[in-house]
């Protein structure tokens, strides 16, 4: 995905897909520090950990040949790791005139998924939500804890206003689809989403 998203329109139906798909302060594990790289590096260097120390408690003696494989096995499990356990989150819609669904995917390492009928759509609604950070000392030791690894996390508890993307049913459910501080951004994707189902796009302040 080059971008911050991806839509495409077959025939009567339309694709979308994005990683950034909720508004809210970034969690403690700062996306700036535990990367997905880092994370299974972390997670790879901890299992060979484990593996050479019962290997050295059951008496075997390392030779270079061990350690040649002991490398293999970080770099094969940082490879698995990263692809299929670390990897980033995305969502994907699909919005399906001709069967009348619309499903909604989220691809992590325990997938959702949901469906609803289009004809359940009351509306594709923007709105803008202001997040405040709620624990000012949690900011602080996160931050130093980024300048001790020589990481800087320009923004990290700032105040943030992210303008999002929402589907709102009849039922009172209200699936968000996109989220941006860029305000372009967000109305772009809700009109042409606006657009395809044919009710246009509100605005909520």
Request: with cysteine.
């Amino acid at each position: 995905m080059p971008g911050m998203y991806e839509m495409t329109l077959e025939d009567s139906r339309l694709r979308f897909r994005t990683r950034t798909f909720r508004a809210g302060m970034e969690s403690v594990l700062h996306s700036g520090i535990f990367t997905p790289e880092l994370t299974s590096s972390l997670a790879s260097g901890a299992v060979v950990v484990i593996i050479v120390a019962a290997a050295l408690l059951g008496g075997l003696r390392f030779g270079a040949l061990h350690v040649a494989g002991v490398i293999a096995l970080f770099v094969a499990l940082f490879l698995m790791l990263r692809k299929y356990v670390f990897y980033e989150q995305c969502l994907e819609a699909v919005i399906d005139k001709a069967s009348g669904e619309i499903s909604l995917r989220i691809r992590k390492f325990m997938g959702e998924e949901r469906s609803y009928r289009l004809s359940d759509l009351i509306e594709v609604k923007r709105e803008r939500v202001v997040v405040e950070p709620e624990n000012p000392d949690g900011v602080n030791f996160v931050a130093k804890i980024a300048i001790q690894h020589g990481q800087a996390l320009p923004g990290f508890g700032e105040t943030k206003t992210y303008y999002t993307v929402n589907l709102l049913f009849e039922d009172g459910t209200e699936e968000t689809l996109f989220s941006s501080e860029n305000e372009e951004d967000s109305a772009g994707v809700g009109r042409r989403i606006g657009d395809f189902v044919g009710g246009g796009v509100a605005q909520e302040d």
